[in-house]
């Protein structure tokens, strides 16, 4: 690259000197012959521009042997001048000279570079441009010729990243980066020298925590559809038996969301059906056989079902179901699956079924416009209830705590588990099944039912009993236990136990998560 800009520069020079010469020669020829127009070395310049630019106006013309001989190679030199400069100015536009020029003169905007052109990447920067008007749409290589034309100003650079960021020049907002690609931060040649960038990074993976390093953000396209789907569809306390068929990646994430936020009764037994292999997921949490009944149906506690055989063999459960749930990861098998259903059972439940893209009349989940929001990926928006607990609970205790950002994933999980389960209690408080999304509106009217009823005969202990099931399935299911004092590293906590053991003082401490309501209602606002 050096050694083609020396070229490019002695390249230049010569132009330059060859220029200055034939004007030098110019001048002096005409300059002699007192006949001539061209007297000054100013008029010798007015008539070189005027010619290379095949202008000629004609107020000038050389009259020596000499002179007419420079006039004759400016001539010459004119058309090739001209097609040089005009196939400059097409390069210019169609190569990547045009929207570097746009990056310089959009410092000011809100940088968001994709390192790809594919589905996701595309559903993220359309809603990226609906909530953003100062956005600026980058990707990162050109767009394939057989795609559709996106309905969003956006620009394409097959330069590198830091060249990108670069022409911000530290102006305005970090430019954000995202990797749509699974575990595309170890395989794309643009991930290498990300955590020296200024930049924020948003990645997409199959597996590890949410951070990286200090700029470098992990998103689960799986754990996302899992919680846009248990807030759009919350479990109703009539549902008590729920089919999974399919238990791969999204399978797996719906069925833990539900473990950990689904608890609407102190009373209920909703048994989850599961069709798909479980070997790897019950080895891994060996521990929920304390809470669930595994392998059978319970009166009294949730049960999780999973059935070797395939879900067509099991026609009462599928029939008697009160919400199938289709979540194969290969797509076309889950449409296949959908139609089967439809063509030969008769459900009586709901059925919901996983779709990158929506089809009227179905009851789709996690399509790539649910998924690939701001608020599923950035989740500055999704995590504030979770954030906001972490910030109360740091301000009630007198001993020194953690920030959201210095929380390792396991308590981060804790903090957004309790925010998700924010929906139920104000559900449960409301007594309105109806409301799946929350507002600082919603949440403070439950927290003053909340007051209203806590001092009934029962109620403060139903309310105990409630949080205390939702705490305890969180720690079960990171295989933690009981332990007569907290040992974060041999994963032990005192109070691991069924709520009828547990000491007067314990069973209050599990009146801080209702109290929460209050404070976290005016915070949202």
């Known amino acids: 690259m050096k050694i083609r800009k020396k070229i490019y520069l002695y390249f230049i020079i010569a132009v330059a000197l060859l220029y200055v010469g034939l004007l030098t020669i110019l001048y002096y020829s005409e300059s002699a012959n007192s006949n001539a ?4 070395f100013g008029d010798a310049f007015w008539y070189s521009l005027v010619t290379l630019t095949t202008v000629g106006y004609g107020d000038l013309i050389p009259v020596t042997p000499l002179g007419h001989a420079v006039g004759m190679v400016f001539v010459l030199l004119s058309a090739g001048i001209m097609v040089t400069m005009l196939g400059a100015a097409v390069s210019f536009i169609t190569s990547e000279g045009m929207p570097v020029l746009m990056l310089r003169l959009q410092k000011r905007k809100n940088w968001y570079y994709f390192a790809d052109c594919g589905a996701e990447s595309n559903a993220l920067a359309a809603n990226i441009y609906k909530e953003d008007p100062k956005a600026l749409i980058i990707f990162g290589e050109k767009r394939d010729g057989q795609g559709e034309i996106p309905n969003y100003p956006c620009m394409y650079l097959n330069i590198s990243l830091d060249k990108v960021v670069a022409k911000k020049k530290g102006i305005g907002t970090k430019c954000k980066v995202f990797l749509m690609k699974e575990n595309d931060i ?61 238990f791969g990646n ?101 059925i919901d079924l996983r779709s990158s893209w929506k089809a009227p009349g179905i009851s789709c989940f996690g399509t790539n416009e649910e998924i690939y929001t701001p608020k599923q990926i950035i989740r500055t928006s999704l995590n504030k209830a979770a954030v ?48 799946t999304e929350l507002n600082p509106s919603l949440v403070q009217r439950a927290y003053f039912q909340y ?27 990171y295989n933690w236990g009981y332990g007569p004092a907290r040992d974060d590293v041999a994963r032990q906590h005192p109070m691991l136990c069924q709520y009828e053991e547990l000491t007067l003082e314990q069973r209050k401490e599990r009146d801080a998560a209702w109290e929460l309501m209050g404070n976290i209602s005016a915070e949202l606002k």
Request: with cysteine; charged share 25%.
């Open 451 to 477: 007051c209203k009823t806590k001092h009934l005969e029962g109620m403060r202990e139903t309310y105990r009993k409630l949080d205390h099931m939702r705490w305890l399935r969180f720690y079960i299911f």
């Open 250 to 350: 999204y399978g797996r994430s719906i069925l833990e969301r539900a473990i950990l936020t689904n608890i609407v009764s102190v009373e209920q037994h909703v048994a989850y059906h599961v069709f798909g292999d479980a070997k790897e997921f019950l080895a891994v949490h060996y521990r929920l056989g304390e809470l669930f009944s595994l392998g059978k149906e319970s009166e009294e506690r949730d049960s999780l079902i999973f059935h070797t055989g395939t879900w067509a063999e099991n026609h009462s459960i599928i029939e008697q179901a009160g919400r199938i749930i289709i979540c194969e990861d290969d797509e076309q098998s889950g449409w296949r699956i959908f139609w089967t259903l439809n063509k030969y059972y008769k459900a009586c439940g709901r």
């Open 37 to 40: 127009m061209i007297q000054t």
């Open 186 to 246: 170890g395989a794309n040649r643009r991930a290498g020298n990300l955590h020296e960038l200024p930049v924020e990074v948003y990645a997409r993976t199959t597996y590890g925590q949410d951070k990286l390093s200090g700029n470098i953000n992990f998103f689960h396209s799986y754990e996302c559809c899992a919680r846009q789907y248990w807030r759009s569809k919350p479990l109703c306390r009539h549902e008590t038996s729920i089919v999974l068929i399919g």
């Open 388 to 435: 906001t607990i972490n910030e109360i609970f740091r301000r009630s205790v007198s001993y020194p705590t953690l920030s959201w950002d210095e929380l390792d994933d396991l308590h981060r999980q804790s903090k957004i588990v309790a925010a998700d389960h924010l929906l139920m209690k104000t559900r449960i408080l409301l007594g309105d099944e109806t409301i």
